[in-house]
Nanobody, 120 residues
Framework: QVRLVESGGGLVQPGGSLSLSCAAS????????MGWYRQPPGKERDMVAD???????NYADSVKGRFTISRDNAKNTVYLQMNSLKPEDTAVYYC??????????????WGQGTQVTVSS
């Protein structure tokens, strides 16, 4: 059974910083791409950033230069450092990981989501 457990998030003022982390646990062969999506109130879930097992990163235009994604492969953990936060960054943030659990099976797994609220 694979689980992704997120931590971090909360309430921060505009211009502030928050850090999210997401750890994968369970039985699996490899973890490939890991990343973060977010879903603002009343809107669709969109990609924020992702990172391959080799460290290549990809960011949504709206967060480039403000957010940094990283991972610790030894800890099966992905991080999202969020700086210069804006009210429009308010959303539920979900981590995901593309995980191979056997030679024949792989898919995306998702965390439970964590609320990030940017407000004065």
């Amino acid at each position: 059974q694979v689980r992704l457990v997120e931590s971090g998030g909360g309430l921060v003022q505009p211009g502030g910083s928050l850090s999210l982390s997401c750890a994968a646990s369970g039985s699996f062969v490899t973890i490939n791409t890991m990343g973060w999506y977010r879903q603002p109130p009343g809107k669709e879930r969109d990609m924020v950033a992702d990172i391959t097992s080799g460290g290549s990163t990809n960011y949504a235009d709206s967060v480039k230069g403000r957010f940094t994604i990283s991972r610790d492969n030894a800890k099966n953990t992905v991080y999202l450092q969020m700086n210069s936060l804006k009210p429009e960054d308010t959303a539920v943030y979900y981590c995901y990981a593309h995980i191979r659990t056997s030679v024949y099976y792989q898919r995306n797994y998702w965390g439970q989501g964590t609320q990030v609220t940017v407000s004065s």
